[in-house]
T-cell receptor, first 107, second 112 residues
Framework: KNEVEQSPQNLTAQEGEFITINCSYS?????LHWLQQHPGGGIVSLFM???GKKKHGRLIATINIQEKHSSLHITASHPRDSAVYIC?????????FGTGTRLQVFP | EPEVTQTPSHQVTQMGQEVILRCVPI?????FYWYRQILGQKVEFLVS????????KSEIFDDQFSVERPDGSNFTLKIRSTKLEDSAMYFC??????????FGDGTRLSIL
């Protein structure tokens, strides 16, 4: 059983669309991370949150601790947002990763 | 902006050989990590390192693996006797007290 589940696995969108990626987890955590993995493989940390909501530019991340659920939203999506978005949870000093959501945004 | 650097970007090694993957974390960071990603699979935690010792490790990180911070700037991952299944992308990361991970671009390890 996966401790971190993401949906959808793949997502295509037209430029300008509002995107939502969901993450559910089954373990008690101290924080949840949203990461972006580029086609070349590099990983960038987008957010780390333990409650509420965070916003950075066109990206918004929310978490509901009681429901063990987080969402990543991208407003006004752009082709440069095309990447794999990964949810990961902090469990002790480990990060437990989801399988990622592959997003493609077309012009 | 300071970044985590990893060398080499691609390492090809014969099965059974030792390999050392190198990382230079961000200079004032306190926590150091190694992760791996087998092609087509999710990223997996290997080990965390703090205050010159391993703070946590996964079941993947067996006796064939070791980490070292030999000189206060480099952070290395050694695999003593590589197996075919060690082929993967290996990511180093570092963090301050807030534990936000800053990742390197990875080393692709290919075992022949």
């Amino acid at each position: 059983k996966n401790e971190v589940e993401q949906s959808p696995q793949n997502l295509t969108a037209q430029e300008g669309e509002f995107i939502t990626i969901n993450c559910s987890y089954s373990v008690g955590i101290s924080a949840l991370h949203w990461l972006q993995q580029h086609p070349g493989g590099g990983i960038v940390s987008l957010f780390m949150l333990s409650s509420g909501k965070k916003k950075h530019g066109r990206l918004i991340a929310t978490i509901n601790i009681q429901e063990k659920h987080s969402s990543l939203h991208i407003t006004a999506s752009h082709p440069r947002d095309s990447a794999v978005y990964i949810c990961a949870v902090t469990y002790g000093d480990k990060l437990i990763f989801g399988t990622g959501t592959r997003l493609q945004v077309f012009p | 902006e300071p970044e985590v650097t990893q060398t080499p970007s691609h390492q090809v090694t014969q099965m059974g050989q030792e390999v050392i993957l190198r990382c230079v974390p961000i200079s004032n960071h306190l926590y150091f990590y190694w992760y791996r990603q087998i092609l087509g699979q999710k990223v997996e935690f290997l080990v965390s390192f703090y205050n010159n010792e391993i703070s946590e490790k996964s079941e993947i990180f067996d006796d064939q693996f070791s980490v070292e911070r030999p000189d206060g700037s480099n952070f290395t991952l050694k695999i003593r006797s590589t197996k075919l299944e060690d082929s993967a992308m290996y990511f180093c990361a570092s963090a301050l007290l807030d534990r936000t991970r800053h990742f390197g671009d990875g080393t692709r390890l290919s075992i022949l």
